[in-house]
């Protein structure tokens, strides 16, 4: 009997969990149909569109990590039938990830050299990849609010 409660729990954690998964998976699978776009048109650009993803990737996987925390709070809150702290989680959750993709997005536009110097991107395609990090960097708040 045991068994299968934990079978049946390991089959419930999974069932929520794998939306997410999905969802970050095409999140980063964006940059990888960038560069077969580009791929058509040089490949020094789908170089520096592949050294960019790097850190957009990184940024990605952290505003996650931060969105799915919220998540868990107003999930708890929810099921303790507390609408006030969801209401409140939900608007600190908000203003936490705007306020952190504003300064994400600051960051990548206006030091995207020391990033690229991070990733020692060859002199040929730098311009590129600095380029593409800034404005996808600038995007980074959407993504954060998101």
Same mark, same amino acid.
């Given at each position: ?11 419930? *954690? ?27 048109y ?9 050294n ?39 608007? *600190? ?51 954060a609010?998101?």
């Open positions: 009997m045991r068994s299968i409660e934990t079978t049946a729990a390991k089959l419930s *954690v999974f069932k929520m969990t794998w939306p997410i998964f999905i969802e970050i998976l095409l999140q980063m699978m964006v940059g990888n149909v960038d560069q077969f776009m580009l791929s058509h040089s490949q020094k650009s789908v170089a520096a569109v592949g960019a993803n790097q850190i957009i990737n990184i940024v990605i996987i952290a505003l996650s990590v931060i969105s799915m925390a919220a998540t868990i709070l107003i999930a708890q809150y929810r099921g303790a039938g507390n609408k006030e702290k969801v209401t409140e989680v939900c608007t *600190v959750a908000l203003l936490t990830n705007f306020i952190f993709g504003l300064i994400i997005s600051s960051i990548l536009f206006c030091f995207d050299n020391f990033f690229l110097d991070l990733l020692a991107v060859p002199d040929d395609i730098r311009s590129e990849s600095g380029l593409f990090l800034r404005y996808i960097g600038l995007f980074i708040v959407v993504q609010v998101y």
